[in-house]
Nanobody
Framework: QVQLVESGGGLVQAGGSLRLSCAAS????????MAWFRQAPGKEREFVAI????????YYADSVKGRFTISRDNAKNTMYLQMNSLKPEDTAVYYC???????????????WGQGTQVTVSS
């Protein structure tokens, strides 16, 4: 069982930055694949970023590539999402998720946080 709690969301102007955190409980944190998703009003939940593999590889949605950076600290049971050059279209509730496979579809993940709101004003 894994419990996830996101934090760090807020209101920011276009071009600004935010850093999201996802704190996980449970001693098995390191055995799970973690990822960030987001959901804008009226839209389906979409993949944002995932760290995977032992070499620290990462994969990003095209819409955030070059602006967002994902990282995780297994010693602190925490995953981060550094978001720079934010755009109004980044406005969404951001969720972290944990699962057993490195997939970019939401259905592949077993555990979800409650989400944190990110609002980017123009």
């Amino acid at each position: 069982q894994v419990q996830l709690v996101e934090s760090g969301g807020g209101l920011v102007q276009a071009g600004g930055s935010l850093r999201l955190s996802c704190a996980a409980s449970g001693r098995t944190f390191g055995t799970y694949v973690m990822a960030w998703f987001r959901q804008a009003p009226g839209k389906e939940r979409e993949f944002v970023a995932i760290p995977y593999g032992p070499g620290g590889s990462t994969y990003y949605a095209d819409s955030v590539k070059g602006r967002f950076t994902i990282s995780r600290d297994n010693a602190k049971n925490t995953m981060y999402l550094q978001m720079n050059s934010l755009k109004p279209e980044d406005t969404a509730v951001y969720y972290c998720a944990a699962g057993r496979a490195a997939r970019i579809v939401a259905d592949a993940y077993d555990y979800w946080g409650q989400g944190t709101q990110v609002t980017v004003s123009s």
